[in-house]
């Protein structure tokens, strides 16, 4: 079992700029897929984007629309979620996902394709 753990969440205001951390549990190997999820009170939740295992191919939410940017540090196996001109939602909890996979251009995007979940980062914008 893989153990994630998120990092960055926050209050910030509408328009501003975000940047989540997704890190995974020491000795993983570099063949997991990575996603991200946020999920608002009494919501199911939504897949924000993924990145295979090489980096190479990443995949986002339709509503995202262009402002956030996935990427992964081999090297301290993290993933990031930069996020940009950040809307005034309703307050959601952000989860980072993860699954082996061989194909390095493998990007799930449904929540049954992952295997394993942190435990989130609470993200608020304020208007």
């Known amino acids: 079992q893989v153990q994630l753990v998120e990092t960055g969440g926050g209050l910030v205001q509408a328009g501003a700029s975000l940047r989540l951390s997704c890190a995974a549990s020491a000795g993983t190997d570099s063949s997991l897929a990575m996603g991200w999820f946020r999920q608002a009170p009494g919501k199911e939740r939504e897949f924000v984007a993924s990145?295979?295992?090489?980096?190479?191919?990443?995949y986002y939410g339709d509503f995202v629309k262009g402002r956030f940017t996935v990427a992964r540090e081999k090297a301290k196996n993290t993933v990031y979620l930069q996020m940009s001109s950040l809307k005034p939602d309703p307050t959601a909890v952000y989860y980072c996902a993860s699954v082996y996979n061989g194909d390095v251009f493998y990007t799930p995007r449904w929540r049954t394709e992952y295997t394993d979940w942190g435990q989130g980062t609470q993200v608020t914008v304020s208007s």
């Open positions: 990145i295979s295992r090489s980096g190479i191919r990443t």
